[in-house]
């Protein structure tokens, strides 16, 4: 408050010393107070997860950079935040550095033309192969990672498995099975936890899906965006995510309250054992750990099963980035390429580490996973060993349609059959296509 | 939205001033024309610019970043949009809906509060406070109050043993859920042109009415409704405007869902903007201003000449 006020008198003064005073002041712009201090600023997600550890970064930063000061800007995630940003970006109104998407969501800011290419930073030898993929285009690349890779697949409760002698399922119909056992002999608890209060979780069956269909065609995602009409939403092996969730809803295996559930309800009741299953993105153990820290140890992971063991691979989410905004200039720039650099030292994965808790590999050799990790962490990892991984789609082709949680609502609720609702998908994959002016559509 | 409002703000003054000469001749306007400068620069900017805009960028398949010229291409998608039928049908649905029950509620609600009664002050205040609380807060508000699960409704319902409707949760029952509550929100302001509209009835045609033997019935039939008829159209009018492109309601407690059952034509829009189609959704609201227009102009024409038939 101090710092505002200063400067505040300081303008004022200038102001009644003379116009062109005032005019060279707010020309040099309102973070500079001409002693080597730069106040830059920094954009994440307003929810709880994204602030605490933007605050933890920026805490950070500033002891061991004490010249420079970083504002803290939060906007909501989701299409909105979509929106938000590409409105900022095209009016060259962005925050000097933010927190996004990698892949398909980052494709469709135009990262050519609205962020600083980092390829010639030295962290990004750090990187691996796959997250790198998923932060450049053919011009250059753009972000550094904020956070751990993770999966999307089935989180269990393993108190729950083994009070009714359950295994872990390797095809679908043994994941139906186990979910009719713990219908019939679980005393009340959900079988498959689902949330449509918050549309997004909806789509787990089919995001989650795509390692198995990756795993029967390995071709698939580059055929999808190249739209070839053998890799369509309304033919398997796609189609089988759409297929499970009708079925998984026809056969009554979702919890009583699931139209209006919202992802936190849902992690509390997989956390205390009143749901047995739910398929999330495995990142979201953080709400655990912040609202159950008690029951962290009794989640485990497994992935979504495919119709053969053999298909049967977890599905992999790149972690978000930090981007700067190619507005940003000058000193600001240089304080900005520091900031990003630190969240990828040893002090940000300390950060990291202590705020974000890994739920699944770094993508960066600079962090190394903490003993404490999330136990599922390890469920991921046997995956990774055996080779039994695959990207999710977003990471392998731009095209993502924005309707599909709406669409997965539709049909997890039994109001839209699984054929229509992969072919209303297919639709809005290609309306994404024809806006991206992809070739082909 | 803009699109829809700019010109039927501006026809009003349009057509006064090409009344004024005709009916007074000879009398030149009372202000100089720079006057008129300030005004008509602000509407240029703030309404004619951006609405001939959009006309142009309907046509466009528009990124934010560039502009692509795609013809007609928009409208085609458009119309092809699975969910549009049913935004269509639930757009009139709600429309109607809504128009209707205020037009109910509201005179009932007028002949009562116009009537001797204990604590009219106080009651009419108590209709007309919705209409100044924001949408947005009595989404969120009723949203929690019937949530299926947790809400108090269902609970107290549960407790009485009666069925628990998933209000807004229930694709049959959703869109109903939002109009109940829009005209909750909005049947003060009804009430209010209607209570203008039974004040303003002079009084003799009551007493001569009564002289003559007519009972309260007779005297609702034969003398309120039919003199009420302007306030009538103006409620019928503004609710039918509001609830063919209303949003913030629906949006705030169902968001279109669930899955697009309770989908309107703004809330279709409003999904192609957050997906970053701008030039498809700006095709949408070019249609819906086009729609709003073709179903307002017949209403108020019609009403109208009911009027000046009286």
Partial sequence: MSHVSKRAVAVVAVAAMSGLALAACSAGGGGDSGDGAVEISYLTQSDDNNTNQAKALIEAFEAANPDITVKLETQPGGTEGDNLMKTKLSTGSMEDVFHYNSGSLLQALNPDQTLVNLSDEEWVSDLTDDFKAVVSTDNGLYGAPWGASFAGAVMYNKTVYEDLGLEIPTTWDEFIANSEKIKAEGNGVAPILQSYGDTWTSQLFVLGDFANVTAQDPEWAEQYTANDPNAKYVDEPAFAGFANQQEAFDKGLFNEDFPSMTNAQAMEALATGAGAQYPMLTATIATIIQNNPDNVADIGVFALPAANADDTAITIWQPNAIYISKATEGDKLDAAKKFVEFANSSEGCDVQNATAAPAGPYVTTACTIPDDAPALVDDIQAYFDSGKTGSALEFLSPIKGPNLENITVAVGSGITPAEEGAAQYDDDVKKQAQQLGLEGW | ?310
């Fill in chain 2, 1 to 310: 939205m803009t699109t829809a409002v700019a010109p039927t703000g501006a026809a009003p003054p349009a057509t006064r001033t090409s009344k004024t000469p005709k009916g007074r001749k000879g009398m030149k306007s009372v202000y100089p024309s720079w006057f008129y400068i300030p005004a008509a620069v602000l509407f240029l900017i703030f309404f004619a610019v951006p609405t001939f805009s959009s006309f142009y960028f309907s046509l466009t398949r528009w990124t934010l970043f560039d502009v692509q010229f795609i013809g007609l291409d928009n409208f085609i998608q458009f119309f092809q949009e699975p969910q549009l039928v049913t935004a269509f049908t639930n757009t009139f649905i709600y429309g109607f809906v809504t128009s209707a029950a205020k037009v109910v509620l509201g005179l009932a609600l007028a002949l009562l509060l116009t009537g001797p009664i204990l604590g009219r002050g106080y009651l009419r205040g108590v209709i007309f406070f919705p209409v100044l609380v924001s949408t947005i807060g009595i989404g969120f508000t009723f949203k929690a109050l019937l949530d299926p699960f947790h809400g108090i409704v269902n609970n107290v319902l549960g407790f009485l043993n009666l069925p628990q409707p998933g209000w807004y949760t229930d694709p049959g029952l959703a869109l109903l859920t939002v109009a109940a509550v829009d005209v909750w929100k909005g049947v003060g302001i009804a009430t209010l042109i209607f209570m203008a509209g039974i004040v303003a009835i002079p009084h003799e045609y009551f007493e001569a009415a009564r002289m003559d033997g007519a009972g309260a019935w007779s005297v609702f039939r034969n003398i309120t409704l039919p003199l009420v008829q302007p306030a009538t159209a103006t409620v019928i009018i503004l609710s039918l405007i509001g609830g063919l492109r209303s949003f913030d309601l629906i949006w705030a407690i169902t968001k279109g869902g669930p899955g697009f059952t309770s989908d309107v034509i703004a809330s279709v829009i409003y999904k192609q903007y957050q997906a970053g189609f701008f030039g498809l959704s700006t095709a949408g609201n070019v249609i819906l201003f086009v729609v709003v227009i073709a179903v307002m102009v017949p209403v108020s024409i019609f009403l109208n000449r009911k009027q000046d038939e009286l």
